[in-house]
């Protein structure tokens, strides 16, 4: 069985800027570029963050939109997301 990824990157530009670590089941982390604690969130509010629905603020005090930064590029695509989320809940 291949072992689920423990992290996945949410936005990057020129490294890291936001990622989300697991945590256990259905609970992950995001964390900021100093890999700071920023929020625990489920699978759900982890993709309301994705969209864009819900907005995170850094360790520095910068709000992060991913819905509204630029699309593509810098940001997993929603297929990446989802098969982070499906590999750590069906090996939780």
């Not at 100093?34 to 005090?61: F, K, M, Q």
């Not at 910068?62 to 509204?68: A, D, E, P, Q, S």
């Amino acid at each position: 069985m291949k072992k689920p990824k423990s992290t996945i990157e949410l936005y990057n530009s020129e490294g890291p800027c936001l990622s989300a670590v697991r945590l256990g089941e259905n609970l992950y982390q995001i964390v900021d570029q100093w890999r700071h604690p920023i929020r625990n969130v489920s699978a759900v509010e982890l993709l309301c963050v994705y969209h864009g629905i819900e907005t995170v603020v850094d360790s520095s005090g910068k709000t992060w939109n991913l819905g509204k930064e630029i699309p593509g590029g810098p940001k997993p695509t929603l297929d990446d997301i989802m098969e982070y989320i499906r590999e750590n809940e069906k090996n939780s």
